[in-house]
C-alpha cells in the first residue's frame, strides 16, 4: 500500500510524468519486438512471422577432409566393446500440454473391417539388420535408422552402420562402427563419437550423408561430425566434417536435406541436462561439403526457449523440388498447454552473407485434440512377460522421425507423426500438412490410429509418388511381445484413415528387461528413390527376453506400382529469394491406383517349430500367393539356419506350395533361431520373403 500511495503522489511529478512517459514507451517497444502486439498466433512458438532473427550465429568446420575408401578401413574388433549401458542421456521435454478428448480417433468401423481383412500388402525384402551390441556401444536402445539409395540400402544404429544390396538384403560392407567412419581424422569425431545417429541419402545429389555427435569425455555433448560421401558408392570415402556447436548439452539431432542446405534440429538443454532451453536450429553449407570444401553452418536464433517445443526440419522425398527460392521448413510438435498447433517455421538462409539469414514462424494450423502418452514417466508401454518396471519407453513428447515433405506439382504435402494415449494405450497420431513453403499452410488430414488394444507407437511416416501413405511403427501389449508393422492409405481412400489396414512385418519372440526402459528412440520410413514406390523401414525387436540384446530388422513393401522417375540433379545452391505471397493451392483430384503387375507373396505356417535337444526334423509349409495373373514358377531358398541345420523344399520350384523340412542335428546349440524364405520368380525376375522361426529344446 506504500508503494501504490507513493507512486500516486509522485505522478503529478514533472520529471516523473517524462520518465513514465518513457518507460510506458519502452514497454510497448517491448512487447513489439516480443511479438505480443503483432498479428501473429498468440499460442506461436518461437519467432514471430515476419520477423526476422536476431544474434545469427555463423560456425566453421574446425577440420575437413576426405576418408579413406570405407570397404579398406579395418573392420570393429571386439576388443573396442564398452560396457553394457544405457544409451546417451535422452532428457524430457518439460511437459505443459493439457489433455483433452481425441476428436480423430479413426472410425470403428472402417478399423474393424481393416483388421479383419487388411488389403495391405506383404513385405518384398524382409531380413535382419545389425544386432546387439551395434559395434562397440553395447547400450540400448539402439536409434534403428536408415536410407535407401540407387543401389543400396545403408542402415546406423548407435553406433555402427552397414551397407545392403537393396536388390537382396546381402551385406555388401560391415557392420563397421560409425567412428571408424573418421578414422585418422582426430578429435572427438574419431574418438567420442557418442550415438543419436542419422543416415540419410541425399538424392538430389546421389549422395551418402552420415551423421552422429560427440563430446568430450565427461562432458556434454558439444559436437555434430558430419560425413558426406563423394559418390553413390556408400562404401568408398567420404567428406569429413567436424563442428563445435557451443557448450550446451545438443541432443536428438533429427537431419534433412534441402536443395540449398542440409538443416537440422536439436533439443537443447544446460551442460549438465537438468534445464531444457529450447529447439535449435542449424543448416550447413550443402554445396561446399558436397564439394569437399570448408564449410560452415548458420543458426540464426539459438535455443527458442524453454516454453517451445520440439521440431523437425522437412526432409525432401520425390524428384520434384520445392519451389524456386522455397525457405526450409520446419514443424512443431503441439505440446502447447492451450491451442496446440503444428507450428510452421521458415529458414531463410544466406551463405554468402550470414545476417539476410531468417528464422520465422510462418504458420500456426491446428492440431485436434490429444491425450499426452506417459507424460510423467515416459515409461508406460507394456510387454508380454514383464512386469510394469520394465515398461517400454513411449517418447510421447516429440514428433517422430521423419518430416517427410514432397511437391506434387499442383501442392505440397508434409507427413509426419508422433505417440498420443488413446482408449487407454498408445496409438499413432499421424497428419498430412500442405502448401508449407508458401502457404496458406493447412492440416489436409489428421488421424489417431488405435483400432484395439494393443500399443502402437515408435512411428515414422512417409509418401510414395502417388500420394500413398504409410506408417511403420512398434506394436506391443502385455499379451505380446514387441513387434514390427505397419499400416497404410491408398490416395483414394477416405481421408483420416490409414483404409488399407495393418500388417505384420516382424514379430519378435522377446521382451526386453533392464535397460531403464528406453526403446527405439526412433526409426525410419524411407522411399526408393529410383520407382517412388518402394517403401523400406527398419526398427529394433527382440528374438528371446533379457537385457541388452536387441536386434534390428529391415524390409521394403510397395502399395501401388509405378513406373521409375529420374532423380533431379539441380543447380549447385543460390542464395533464396524472399518467400512468394500465399496463394490458395487447389484440391488435386487424386490419382487412381494402376491396375497391379503379375506378382506374389510368400507365407509360411506354423510360424515356430520346436525340436528336440538331441536334433530332429522341423516341417513347414510354404504358401506362393499370386496376384495380377501371375503364374510362373518361383524358385525357394532358405537362409538363417544355425550351424548343423539345413533345409529342403518340395517341390522346388514351385508354382502354389512347397514343404520345407529342416533337419537339425544334435549338435546344433538350443536356442531360438529366426530365418528367412527367400522366393524368385516371374519375368523380370521379382524377390519375395517371408520368416518364421526355429527353436532348439533346451531339454529332450
Known amino acids: ?99 483433452s478428448a481425441d476428436p480423430v480417433i479413426q472410425k470403428t468401423s472402417v478399423s474393424i473391417r481393416n483388421m479383419v481383412a487388411p488389403s495391405v500388402p506383404s513385405p518384398l525384402l524382409n531380413f535382419d539388420g545389425i544386432l546387439f551390441p551395434g559395434v562397440g556401444c553395447n547400450c540400448a536402445p539402439p536409434d534403428t535408422n536408415g536410407a ?40 572427438v569425431c574419431e574418438t567420442s563419437g557418442s550415438g543419436d545417429p542419422v543416415m540419410l541419402y541425399d538424392h538430389l545429389a546421389d549422395r551418402w550423408v552420415i551423421t552422429q555427435f560427440a563430446g568430450a569425455s565427461g562432458g556434454p555433448i558439444t559436437d555434430e561430425c558430419v560425413a558426406v560421401s563423394t559418390t553413390a558408392d556408400a562404401t568408398g570415402t567420404y567428406n569429413r566434417y567436424g563442428f563445435h ?101 521458415h529458414f531463410h538462409v544466406d551463405f554468402a552473407t550470414p545476417a539476410n539469414s531468417t528464422f520465422t514462424t510462418f504458420a500456426t494450423p491446428p492440431a485436434a485434440g490429444f491425450t ?84 502402437r507407437w515408435m512411428g515414422s511416416a512417409a509418401m510414395d509418388g502417388q500420394g500413398n501413405l504409410a506408417i511403420g511403427f512398434s506394436a506391443s501389449s502385455s499379451t505380446i511381445n514387441p513387434q514390427l508393422r505397419y499400416a497404410a492409405r491408398l490416395a483414394t481412400d477416405p481421408l483420416n484413415t490409414l483404409g488399407q489396414g495393418e500388417a505384420h512385418l516382424f514379430d519378435g519372440t522377446g521382451s526386453q528387461t533392464g ?83 503379375p506378382d506374389f507373396s510368400l507365407s509360411i505356417t506354423p510360424s515356430s517349430v520346436t525340436v528336440p535337444r538331441g536334433g530332429g526334423t522341423a516341417s513347414y509349409t510354404v504358401t506362393i500367393a499370386p496376384t495380377g495373373g501371375f503364374n510362373s514358377p518361383v524358385t525357394l531358398s532358405v537362409s538363417g539356419l544355425p550351424a548343423g541345420a539345413t533345409g529342403s523344399f518340395n517341390p522346388n520350384p514351385a508354382t502354389s506350395s512347397s514343404a520345407l523340412t529342416i533337419t537339425v542335428s544334435s549338435s546344433t546349440a538350443r536356442g531360438t533361431y529366426p530365418f528367412t524364405v527367400t522366393g524368385t520368380g516371374g519375368s523380370p525376375p521379382a524377390t519375395r520373403t517371408t520368416t518364421a522361426t526355429l527353436i532348439k529344446a533346451a531339454r529332450k
Not at 330 to 345: E, I, K, L, M, R
Not at 425 to 436: D, I, Q, T
Open 1 to 99: 500500500m506504500k508503494r501504490k500511495s507513493a507512486a500516486e503522489s509522485a505522478f503529478f511529478s514533472p520529471r516523473f510524468l517524462v520518465g513514465l512517459v518513457l518507460c510506458l514507451i519502452g514497454a510497448v517497444l517491448a512487447l513489439l519486438g516480443f511479438g505480443m502486439l503483432s498479428g501473429g498466433s498468440a499460442s506461436a512458438q518461437g519467432p514471430n512471422q515476419n520477423q526476422a532473427s536476431s544474434d545469427v550465429e555463423v560456425g566453421a568446420s574446425y577440420r575437413n577432409d576426405v576418408s579413406p575408401p570405407m570397404r579398406d578401413v579395418p573392420p570393429w574388433a571386439a576388443a573396442g566393446l564398452k560396457p553394457q549401458h544405457e544409451a546417451n542421456e535422452n532428457p524430457k521435454v518439460p511437459y505443459r500440454h493439457t489433455d
Open 148 to 187: 535407401v539409395g540407387k543401389t543400396q540400402y545403408v542402415q546406423i544404429v548407435n553406433e555402427g552402420y552397414q551397407v545392403f544390396d537393396k536388390a537382396t538384403g546381402n551385406s555388401v560392407l560391415g557392420p563397421n562402427s560409425i567412428s571408424s567412419v573418421w578414422t585418422g581424422f582426430g578429435g
Open 372 to 455: 499426452a502418452l506417459c507424460p510423467t514417466t515416459r515409461s508406460c508401454v507394456p510387454q508380454a512377460g514383464t512386469s510394469s518396471r520394465d515398461n517400454l519407453d513411449g517418447i510421447g513428447d516429440r514428433l517422430m522421425f521423419r518430416a517427410a515433405y514432397r511437391n506434387f506439382g499442383t501442392y505440397e504435402s508434409v507427413v509426419s507423426n508422433y505417440s498420443v494415449s488413446a482408449g487407454g494405450v498408445a496409438g499413432v497420431r499421424w497428419f498430412e500438412l500442405r502448401n508449407v513453403t508458401a502457404g496458406p499452410v493447412t492440416v489436409f488430414q489428421e488421424s489417431t490410429y488405435q483400432p484395439d488394444t494393443t500399443w
Open 245 to 345: 556447436l557451443g557448450s550446451n548439452f545438443f541432443d536428438y539431432p533429427k537431419l534433412s536435406v534441402w536443395p540449398d542446405a542440409y538443416y537440422m534440429s536439436m533439443n537443447v538443454f544446460n551442460a549438465t541436462g537438468t534445464s531444457y532451453l529450447g529447439p535449435q536450429a542449424f543448416a550447413f553449407n550443402r554445396a561446399k561439403m558436397l564439394a569437399g570444401l570448408p564449410a560452415t553452418f548458420i543458426s540464426p536464433t539459438g535455443p527458442l526457449g524453454g516454453s517451445v517445443d520440439p521440431f523437425l526440419p522437412a526432409d525432401i522425398d520425390g524428384p520434384t523440388l520445392p519451389p524456386t527460392g522455397a525457405p526450409a521448413t520446419f514443424v512443431g510438435f503441439p505440446g502447447q498447454a492451450s491451442n496446440p498447433n503444428y507450428t510452421t517455421y
Open 515 to 597: 535397460t531403464s526402459n528406453r526403446w527405439g528412440d526412433y526409426s525410419a520410413l524411407v522411399i526408393d528413390p529410383v520407382d517412388d514406390a518402394t517403401f523400406w523401414y527398419t526398427n529394433e525387436y527382440y528374438s528371446a527376453s533379457g537385457s541388452f540384446n536387441w536386434r534390428t530388422r529391415i524390409a521394403s513393401f510397395k502399395l501401388a506400382s509405378a513406373a521409375p522417375t529420374p532423380t533431379p540433379t539441380p543447380t549447385p545452391v543460390s542464395t533464396p529469394t524472399p518467400t512468394p505471397t500465399p496463394t490458395p493451392a487447389p484440391t488435386p483430384t487424386p490419382t487412381p491406383t494402376p491396375t497391379p503387375a
